[in-house]
């Protein structure tokens, strides 16, 4: 089983990293663990483009891994939509994403 678990966690990311535009990313109930969404986020970090990101559901994933999604942030100011319906979140793990809200200037040419 952890094959190929595997085996679509390389697929995904293979997929993230050749998708020069990617906007949306809906990954419900996929049965992700801490690891998968620790890859899933580290590719993320170098697209630009990526706006909804959907990871409700997946009740494997611990609160301090979803935490890490903030990373995507530093690089993309472009995210409109975080899907953590479902995730069995407590505010100390969601009260990181708010602290990044508003952190970096605005472009004025995003106006």
């Known amino acids: 089983m952890g094959q190929i678990v595997s085996f679509f ?3 995904y990311i293979f997929r ?7 906007q949306v990313l809906f990954l419900r109930s996929n049965s992700l663990t801490n690891n998968d969404l620790e890859h899933i986020t580290n590719s993320l970090k170098t697209n630009a483009t990526i706006k909804v990101i959907d990871i409700s559901s997946n009740q494997d994933l611990t609160g301090d891994a979803v935490i890490k999604l903030g990373d995507i942030l530093d690089t993309n100011r472009n995210i409109e939509y975080f899907g953590l319906a ?4 407590e505010n100390k793990h969601v009260t990181p994403f708010f602290n990044l809200l508003g952190k970096f200037a605005f472009p004025a040419d995003k106006v």
């Open 16 to 22: 993230i990293d050749s998708a020069k535009k990617l």
């Open 86 to 89: 479902k995730l069995n979140l």
């Open 9 to 11: 966690l390389f697929i």
